[in-house]
């Protein structure tokens, strides 16, 4: 069993626990977010969490920034989508890892430690009561991420919205800015 799979284990059993101990508490339990379930929790559809397309590998254009805002999502939405996203980018930095040797990457606790000797050292955290992924970064400083989904206006197609972790001061995506910086695509899945 690999790192990946045992920190992924760890944080579901985490969030296990801490919904025991809140329902415990209250008068009301709510049930965890499942994608097959018909609530209006699950109203935003994510058929994929990434893509390739052109729109996406560039920074929002002035127009489109101006309309993005973060998706409405709910907690159980946003610990998918950012431990999805923190799980594909902690997969090919230890791939990188194995690989070269001249990166080191640990996460533990929803904090990414990403320390590349001739660049310097990333922090990536979870900010759950924002619903946003935190970025240190040497080299362009520090960033705070959105969960936005583009193209879901009246004038496109039912159903192909897709989102990303965007910085809604510029319009960079995470993603983009991580490609640029370091060189490794948290996209590409490891072989």
Known sequence: MTRNYIAKLGRLASRGLTARGLAASSATYRMPFSRASNTAAARLTFRS????????????EPDVLKAA???????????ELADDYLDQLLAQYEKQQDDSGHIDVEYSAGVM??????IGEYVLNK???NKQIWLSSPKSGPKRYDYVVLSEGQDQKQDTASGGWYYLRDGTSLTELLVEETGIDPI???V
């Open 188 to 190: 590409v899945p490891p």
């Open 127 to 129: 900010q759950p009561p």
């Open 69 to 79: 805002r973060p998706a409405d999502l709910t907690d159980a939405e946003y610990h």
């Open 113 to 118: 430690h990403v320390n590349i000797p001739e």
């Open 49 to 60: 969490h990434f893509s390739t397309s052109p729109q996406l590998a560039k920074p929002l």
